[in-house]
């Protein structure tokens, strides 16, 4: 069975441009969440998607956000990119169905860097 | 809102020798709990949970970890390392929710680094 992929593996950007990062989750999984990962910050939460809506959302600004498509794959977008975007960010896919989902499959992640 | 605290940043051990990565939780509801695997350039792996029953959990790669509520604690544990277990660790915490949670709450990493 294929892992969780991520596309670009790397991302270079220009402070104030726009990026669109893609996730596609296992097959048969229905929910993807978002997380950046920096050395200040550590793991922190962006949003889950099931089914196409958002259903959780973590404390990031508005500049942050996604969306999900009928098949479960799913797209993040950063706009007006501060150097401080600068991240590693990961993608995970899980079955959750219902209320019942507890494990979740990460992709390799995307490294965006802004300059 | 919950929190996850790993005291230790980074873990030194000789081969072969024991480690224990310890893991600390905050929380005003019932949880779950994860520990991840993290090498260089690489995603996520999960490396065992606790969701219910025996406070026991074993893993992938000889891991285990012992749940604690009252000391609300998931320690890590591998009775003999191998080189190949140099990697990044992370502690983690859902909430117990009616409605489905995917959210994942991190600790800070805790670097095990095994000396040849």
């Known amino acids: 069975k294929a892992g969780v992929t991520q596309t670009p593996r790397y991302l270079i950007k220009t402070r104030g441009q726009q990026v669109t990062l893609s996730c596609s989750p296992i097959?048969?999984?229905?929910?993807v969440s978002w997380y950046q990962q920096t050395p200040g910050q550590g793991l922190q939460f962006l949003f889950e998607?099931?089914?196409?809506?958002?259903?959780n959302k973590g404390n990031f600004p508005g500049r942050f956000s996604g969306r999900q498509f009928s098949n479960s794959r799913s797209e993040m977008n950063v706009s007006t990119l501060e150097l401080g975007d600068s991240a590693l960010y990961l993608c995970?896919?899980?079955?959750?169905?219902?209320?019942?989902?507890?494990?979740?499959?990460f992709g390799p992640g995307t490294r965006l860097t802004v300059t | 809102a919950q929190s996850v605290t790993q005291l230790d940043s980074q873990v030194p051990v000789f081969e072969e020798a024991p480690v224990e990565l310890r893991c600390n939780y905050s929380s005003s509801v019932s949880v779950y709990l994860f520990w991840y695997v993290q090498y260089p350039n690489q995603g996520l792996q999960l490396l065992l949970k606790y969701l219910s029953g025996s406070t026991l959990v074993k893993g992938i790669n000889g891991f285990e970890a012992e749940f604690n509520k009252s000391q609300t604690s998931f320690h890590l544990r591998k009775p003999s390392v191998h080189i190949s277990d140099t990697a990044e660790y992370f502690c983690?915490?859902?909430?117990?929710?009616?409605?489905?949670?995917?959210?994942?709450?991190f600790g800070t990493g805790t670097r095990l680094t095994i000396i040849p």
């Open positions: 998607y099931f089914s196409e809506t958002q259903r």
């Open positions: 983690a915490v859902s909430e117990r929710s009616n409605f489905g949670n995917e959210k994942l709450t």
């Open positions: 097959s048969g999984h229905r929910s």
């Open positions: 995970a896919s899980s079955k959750r169905s219902g209320v019942y989902s507890y494990e979740q499959y």
